[in-house]
């Protein structure tokens, strides 16, 4: 199994900046995509950034060239640098990474969401 840890949620004033963790551990081989999704009261979840095994990286129109995405792999981790927050910028985030263990098939797992509020 694979846990996903999930950290550096809080609340920021518009303009400000957060920097999201999410620790991957467990029965990891090799890691492919990671990537960051978030969820707004009343809406559905959606796609924020991604970054490949590669390090190739694409955004969200919404959050292009506010947010960066990068990742350790030597610490299964993924980040999501968000700068010049803005109040629709709130919600839930989850991290989401593609993996696989030793000999075994790829599988999709889901960090727990930490909470992003941002006030003006």
């Known amino acids: 199994q694979v846990q996903l840890v999930e950290s550096g949620g809080g609340l920021v004033q518009a303009g400000g900046s957060l920097r999201l963790s999410c620790a991957a551990s467990?029965?990891?081989?090799?890691?492919?995509?990671m990537s960051w999704y978030r969820q707004a009261p009343g809406k559905q979840r959606e796609w924020v950034a991604i970054?490949?095994?590669?390090?190739?990286?694409n955004y969200a129109d919404s959050v292009k060239g506010r947010f960066t995405i990068s990742r350790n792999n030597a610490k299964n981790t993924v980040y999501l640098q968000m700068n010049s927050l803005k109040p629709e910028d709130t919600g839930v985030y989850y991290c989401?990474?593609?993996?696989?263990?030793?000999?075994?098939?790829?599988?999709?797992?889901w960090g727990q969401g930490t909470q992003v509020t941002v006030h003006s």
């Open positions: 970054i490949t095994s590669g390090g190739n990286t």
């Open positions: 989401y990474i593609n993996s696989r263990a030793y000999g075994r098939d790829w599988n999709d797992y």
């Open positions: 467990g029965s990891i081989f090799a890691i492919n995509a």
